[in-house]
Antibody, heavy 119, light 110 residues
Framework: EVQLVESGGGLVEPGGSLRLSCAVSGFSFRTYSMNWVRQAPGKGLEWVSSISKSASSTFYIDSVKGRFTISRDNAKNSLYLQMNSLRVEDTALYYC????????????WGQGTLVTVYS | QSVLTQPPSVSAAPGQKVIISCSGSTSNIGNNYVSWYQQLPGTAPKLLMYENNKRPSGIPDRFSASKSGTSATLGITGLQTGDEADYYCGAWDSSLRVGVFGGGTKLTVL
């Protein structure tokens, strides 16, 4: 069974930092590109970032470029999102998501970890 | 403002059919696969359809999808109260080099 378990969310002041982690099991992690998708309270889905299987390619939405860094450790079956210079508008539930097959086929989702940036 | 455009809400009676539209551009829907996601209240999204019209294992054939040009549609027949959820379309945008979603459509089964 595919499992993705996010952790690392919490309360932080604007300008602060958090590091999200996603522990995966039940599939061959190194064969999947991975994504972070977020959802602000009461709002829709917003794609944040993705990383290729070997970490050779990374992509970000403009609003997080230069502030967030996606990474992975295939030996530890783990995905990360380092979030710096956090803003109130980064407040959201952050989902770790596998990307199977064609680009942006987001086939397995974790339960999410909540990031709250308050002023 | 989402890159992909969906109606905010749709509704229909149990047993009826509903269609949800998703409009984009050549850089996303026009030249890439479309996926659809179902988000039941209080839960994480789930992949519902992928590569324009394919169903993952376990998704009933009441759900269908298609793509034409820069638009896509999701169809649900034999509506059930358990289908009440938010539905999102998604795709890769080759010009922006980002993933994009529609704003979501809330389905109400009256």
């Amino acid at each position: 069974e595919v499992q993705l378990v996010e952790s690392g969310g919490g309360l932080v002041e604007p300008g602060g930092s958090l590091r999200l982690s996603c522990a995966v099991s039940g599939f061959s992690f190194r064969t999947y590109s991975m994504n972070w998708v977020r959802q602000a309270p009461g709002k829709g889905l917003e794609w944040v970032s993705s990383i290729s299987k070997s970490a050779s390619s990374t992509f970000y939405i403009d609003s997080v470029k230069g502030r967030f860094t996606i990474s992975r450790d295939n030996a530890k079956n783990s995905l990360y999102l380092q979030m710096n210079s956090l803003r109130v508008e980064d407040t959201a539930l952050y989902y770790c998501v596998t990307e199977g097959g064609a680009p942006q086929v987001l086939d397995h989702w974790g339960q999410g970890t909540l990031v709250t940036v308050y002023s | 403002q989402s890159v992909l455009t969906q109606p905010p809400s749709v509704s229909a009676a149990p047993g009826q059919k509903v269609i949800i539209s998703c409009s984009g551009s050549t850089s996303n829907i026009g030249n890439n696969y479309v996926s659809w996601y179902q988000q039941l209240p209080g839960t994480a999204p789930k992949l519902l359809m992928y590569e324009n019209n394919k169903r993952p294992s376990g998704i009933p054939d009441r759900f269908s999808a298609s793509k034409s040009g820069t638009s896509a549609t999701l169809g649900i027949t034999g509506l059930q109260t358990g289908d009440e959820a938010d539905y999102y379309c998604g795709a890769w945008d080759s010009s922006l080099r980002v993933g994009v979603f529609g704003g979501g459509t809330k389905l109400t089964v009256l």
